[in-house]
């Protein structure tokens, strides 16, 4: 079994990988039939993982995550951490806007055998829409 300190080194290249734009680093971070629970979607597979994470950077080239903290216990690993980044690709729809967001995320992972198995990831998607200017604020 891995140790905590390994495991959180495992979430800190993640974060490396993605801020590199390596994704073929990030793939190597997880098993093949990985699961990532995204809010309401699921992703089955590294290529699937990797397409969704690719396909946030073609909106937000310049994305950007800040880790500020990660915790481990056995096989488990949770991170909190800040997004930041410059809509400039279309977003599920959403045409570009040229406007810089910044949110909070946070994700905890399962590790077996040195890679990640499963990924439960939440982000303040409200906030970032309000960001964007797609969704009113309350009292707008």
Do not use: C
């Not at 690709?89 to 055998?113: C, Y």
């Not at 982000?123 to 960001?131: E, K, S």
Request: without cysteine.
């Amino acid at each position: 079994m891995a140790t905590t300190r390994t495991n959180k080194e495992l979430f800190r290249r993640v974060f490396d990988a993605l801020n590199d734009r390596d994704f073929d680093a990030f793939a190597d971070t997880h098993a093949d039939d990985v699961v990532l629970h995204d809010h309401d979607e699921e992703f089955h597979g590294v290529e699937a993982v990797t397409e969704h994470e690719q396909a946030l950077y073609e909106a937000f080239p310049d994305m950007k995550y800040t880790p500020k903290v990660i915790l481990a216990e056995d096989d488990r690993v949770a991170a909190r951490w800040t997004a930041t980044g410059t809509h400039e690709g279309e977003l599920e729809g959403i045409p570009p806007t040229g406007t810089e967001v910044e949110f909070p995320a946070s994700g905890v992972l399962r590790v077996e055998d040195g890679k990640i198995t499963e990924v439960w990831l939440t982000y303040d998607q409200l906030g970032m829409l309000q960001q964007l200017g797609v969704v009113e604020s309350p009292g707008e």
